[in-house]
């Protein structure tokens, strides 16, 4: 008998085409020996062109700096600013608890934030670069963009080969990975530093579902073992990774012929890491999901507050629909999905009936064509799984949705790209797959062209706090968050720091209209309750001081709504004190009556609060027969009978003088 001849890559090609020829919409079903082809030495080109553009698209963004959320994962966050040393803290605890120091300020959020796969990475930069290094952080980003590219394409390239005679510029595998780099979507995750979880997470799901392949394919160990390790990783980096879990099995049952046994095997390590990962997390946490605690109050972190069942569906239906329409047409773009730039809505608005209607045909569709090897159907269920964890229809993720959410389900939205332009149009046509042709390429290049602008105006948004709150406001217009969020921008970047008085009274100007549009949307929000009284001090400075009873009346609102509050009660003080001797005495210690005897002795019956305020008027007027009887009143009820008499007394003192 004759040996068996070991397959080459045209003979793998050539079975690929065949399959492929049997069903216009199928995706070709791999034989074993797919990574034989020397990858490096016959892609160098198309490696390259995607690294390139990555830094051509991103490469602005090196020389911003931190940007929101950066403050809670590098420059506040104790752990990582320690440098090596704390790389321990950081895997023993909560992601944002080198930030908030306090266990009680981390349940502000549903589930708890377990990634310290990438504070590991910033504390690695602090220790090798030093502190305060953002650019560092900047290309380092878009250097694992540019991977997570690359190892897309191998990807790809295994499982949709160039076929005999085709173009790898107009393969499937590289039409996705180039719609991958170019897509607009993906610059929150690239050009904010604290999107690295997010690369983070791809980068290693990609290289465990590479590794699984691997093994599938020559049955080697050491494959199966990195795809676990890979796969642990990437839950380190942020838990949607674990949606690989359903991915790759999926992936491999889709795409290869590989035996139920080897592929069951493959399966293994996965789940192996993954019950050690829980374990982990556990003991970080001390929770899974729930931590138990009250839910939170805050609009801000629970958007779905207020609502019904029915209400909250619609409204989630809705952001699924938008994540559809943000896919194929990426504009407008926003970091700011807070209430209510996305709409509460219920089941009579149209929208969140289309998205249903559409995300239940996909469903459905895609359950009944898996079977037949549609890729279609492959990629539908790819974006369904990845997308679910973070769809708020599982686990609340405390936001209506974001464009980062979205960075690992649009693979499937590439993928897609790349079969349709290089695949599935050229039987349309009547042409040859993978060779170039004119509507072909001409409709690629107008995606490509199209989406590469996109990224490269939105990246300049993340340039600093102005810039990108600026682009916010204008497009969210109806988040309470992005109003405030670009009047604190204002204040600390221009406002304080501005000598011309003309200027000020401009921003001034801006300032109020925004915080005053923020409250409106959400009037007990607290964020943009702090940022009022400063607003309001500007104004009675402007003013001459001339409007203390407006003033006193801004101050009291505040108070009412946040009287805990500790940065508003610090600045509140501090501009009392200021005050001092330089405004009326009689309003001065009418509004200190009204704080603290009216509304924290009889209504908050908060005996220490009211003589906090109270003190403010003894020291402002020591013969103010008010004061010192709303001071004998609190004393009484406290149980100090000798303060209250020696209050009693000085009142009756300053009565008959």
């Given at each position: 008998?004759?040996?068996?001849?070991?397959?080459?890559?045209?003979?793998?090609?050539?079975?690929?085409?065949?399959?492929?020829?049997?069903?216009?919409?199928?995706?070709?079903?791999?034989?074993?020996?797919?990574?034989?082809?020397?990858?490096?030495?016959?892609?160098?080109?198309?490696?390259?062109?995607?690294?390139?553009?990555?830094?051509?698209?991103?490469?602005?963004?090196?020389?911003?700096?931190?940007?929101?959320?950066?403050?809670?994962?590098?420059?506040?966050?104790?752990?990582?600013?320690?440098?090596?040393?704390?790389?321990?803290?950081?895997?023993?605890?909560?992601?944002?608890?080198?930030?908030?120091?306090?266990?009680?300020?981390?349940?502000?959020?549903?589930?708890?934030?377990?990634?310290?796969?990438?504070?590991?990475?910033?504390?690695?930069?602090?220790?090798?670069?030093?502190?305060?290094?953002?650019?560092?952080?900047?290309?380092?980003?878009?250097?694992?963009?540019?991977?997570?590219?690359?190892?897309?394409?191998?990807?790809?390239?295994?499982?949709?080969?160039?076929?005999?005679?085709?173009?790898?510029?107009?393969?499937?595998?590289?039409?996705?990975?180039?719609?991958?780099?170019?897509?607009?979507?993906?610059?929150?995750?690239?050009?904010?530093?604290?999107?690295?979880?997010?690369?983070?997470?791809?980068?290693?799901?990609?290289?465990?579902?590479?590794?699984?392949?691997?093994?599938?394919?020559?049955?080697?160990?050491?494959?199966?073992?990195?795809?676990?390790?890979?796969?642990?990783?990437?839950?380190?980096?942020?838990?949607?990774?674990?949606?690989?879990?359903?991915?790759?099995?999926?992936?491999?049952?889709?795409?290869t012929k590989a035996p139920k046994q080897r592929i069951t095997t493959a399966i293994l390590p996965l789940a192996g890491f993954f019950l050690v990962f829980l374990m982990v997390r556990y003991q970080a946490?001390?929770?899974?999901?729930?931590?138990?605690?009250?839910?939170?109050?805050?609009?801000?972190?629970?958007?779905?507050?207020?609502?019904?069942?029915?209400?909250?569906?619609?409204?989630?239906?809705?952001?699924?629909?938008?994540?559809?329409?943000?896919?194929?047409?990426?504009?407008p773009l926003t970091h700011d999905y807070y209430p209510y730039h996305v709409p509460k809505v219920n089941w009579s608005d149209w929208r969140a009936l289309l998205s249903l209607a559409l995300y239940a045909?996909?469903?459905?569709?895609?359950?009944?064509?898996?079977?037949?090897?549609?890729?279609?159907?492959?990629?539908?269920?790819?974006?369904?799984?990845?997308?679910?964890?973070?769809?708020?229809?599982?686990?609340?993720?405390?936001?209506?949705?974001?464009?980062?959410?979205?960075?690992?389900?649009?693979?499937?939205?590439?993928?897609?790209?790349?079969?349709?332009?290089?695949?599935?149009?050229?039987?349309?046509?009547?042409?040859?797959?993978?060779?170039?042709?004119?509507?072909?390429?001409?409709?690629?290049?107008?995606?490509?062209?199209?989406?590469?602008?996109?990224?490269?105006?939105?990246?300049?948004?993340?340039?600093?706090?102005?810039?990108?709150?600026?682009?916010?406001?204008?497009?969210?217009?109806?988040?309470?968050?992005?109003?405030?969020?670009?009047?604190?921008?204002?204040?600390?970047?221009?406002?304080?720091?501005?000598?011309?008085?003309?200027?000020?009274?401009?921003?001034?100007?801006?300032?109020?209209?925004?915080?005053?549009?923020?409250?409106?949307?959400?009037?007990?929000?607290?964020?943009?309750?702090?940022?009022?009284?400063?607003?309001?001090?500007?104004?009675?400075?402007?003013?001459?001081?001339?409007?203390?009873?407006?003033?006193?009346?801004?101050?009291?609102?505040?108070?009412?709504?946040?009287?805990?509050?500790?940065?508003?009660?610090?600045?509140?003080?501090?501009?009392?004190?200021?005050?001092?001797?330089?405004?009326?005495?009689?309003?001065?210690?009418?509004?200190?009556?009204?704080?603290?005897?009216?509304?924290?002795?009889?209504?908050?019956?908060?005996?220490?609060?009211?003589?906090?305020?109270?003190?403010?008027?003894?020291?402002?007027?020591?013969?103010?027969?008010?004061?010192?009887?709303?001071?004998?009143?609190?004393?009484?009820?406290?149980?100090?009978?000798?303060?209250?008499?020696?209050?009693?007394?000085?009142?009756?003192?300053?009565?008959?003088?």
């Open positions: 008998m004759a040996a068996k001849k070991k397959p080459t890559t045209n003979s793998v090609n050539k079975t690929v085409t065949a399959q492929a020829k049997s069903g216009a919409a199928q995706a070709p079903k791999q034989v074993l020996g797919m990574f034989r082809e020397a990858f490096w030495k016959n892609h160098w080109a198309p490696a390259v062109l995607l690294v390139a553009l990555s830094f051509v698209l991103y490469g602005a963004s090196i020389g911003y700096g931190y940007m929101l959320d950066d403050e809670m994962v590098i420059t506040k966050n104790v752990y990582v600013q320690k440098g090596t040393a704390g790389l321990r803290d950081i895997f023993a605890y909560d992601s944002f608890m080198g930030y908030f120091q306090k266990k009680q300020s981390l349940y502000l959020l549903p589930g708890g934030r377990y990634r310290p796969l990438s504070l590991a990475t910033f504390a690695l930069e602090v220790s090798w670069f030093g502190k305060d290094k953002p650019n560092v952080s900047h290309f380092i980003n878009i250097l694992l963009y540019a991977l997570t590219a690359l190892l897309l394409y191998r990807i790809l390239l295994s499982l949709f080969p160039i076929r005999e005679g085709g173009k790898w510029y107009f393969s499937v595998a590289f039409i996705a990975a180039l719609v991958f780099v170019a897509h607009p979507l993906h610059t929150e995750c690239v050009a904010n530093i604290k999107g690295r979880d997010e690369i983070l997470a791809l980068l290693c799901s990609l290289a465990a579902l590479y590794a699984s392949l691997r093994f599938v394919d020559a049955g080697q160990t050491r494959w199966l073992l990195g795809s676990g390790i890979f796969m642990f990783l990437g839950m380190f980096a942020k838990e949607n990774a674990l949606t690989f879990l359903a991915v790759i099995p999926l992936t491999l049952w889709f795409f946490l001390g929770f899974m999901l729930d931590h138990g605690k009250a839910p939170e109050t805050d609009l801000m972190n629970n958007p779905f507050m207020g609502m019904n069942p029915g209400e909250k569906l619609a409204t989630i239906f809705l952001t699924l629909g938008w994540y559809l329409k943000l896919l194929f047409v990426p504009n045909g996909m469903a459905v569709w895609a359950v009944f064509n898996v079977q037949k090897r549609k890729l279609p159907a492959y990629a539908i269920l790819f974006y369904l799984i990845t997308l679910s964890i973070v769809s708020n229809l599982l686990v609340s993720v405390g936001t209506f949705m974001n464009e980062r959410f979205v960075y690992m389900p649009s693979v499937a939205f590439c993928l897609l790209a790349g079969w349709f332009f290089a695949r599935q149009l050229p039987q349309w046509l009547k042409e040859q797959d993978d060779k170039p042709y004119l509507l072909g390429l001409g409709l690629t290049l107008v995606l490509l062209v199209g989406y590469g602008l996109r990224t490269y105006t939105r990246v300049p948004d993340w340039k600093d706090a102005i810039s990108l709150n600026s682009a916010a406001v204008r497009v969210s217009e109806g988040s309470a968050r992005s109003h405030c969020f670009y009047v604190t921008a204002i204040y600390q970047n221009i406002y304080l720091t501005s000598k011309d008085q003309n200027e000020k009274n401009r921003w001034l100007d801006t300032m109020e209209y925004h915080i005053n549009r923020s409250l409106e949307i959400n009037p007990n929000y607290t964020a943009a309750l702090i940022m009022k009284a400063p607003i309001v001090t500007g104004r009675f400075e402007q003013k001459n001081r001339s409007q203390l009873d407006k003033l006193f009346h801004e101050f009291e609102i505040i108070i009412e709504k946040i009287p805990y509050n500790p940065n508003y009660r610090d600045y509140l003080d501090s501009y009392i004190k200021y005050l001092r001797g330089a405004a009326n005495n009689d309003k001065s210690a009418a509004f200190f009556h009204r704080v603290g005897y009216e509304f924290f002795f009889q209504k908050k019956k908060d005996y220490e609060n009211a003589l906090h305020f109270l003190q403010f008027g003894v020291d402002l007027q020591t013969e103010d027969i008010r004061i010192l009887t709303d001071m004998s009143e609190v004393y009484e009820a406290m149980g100090n009978q000798a303060k209250a008499q020696e209050f009693r007394e000085r009142a009756e003192q300053s009565r008959n003088m």
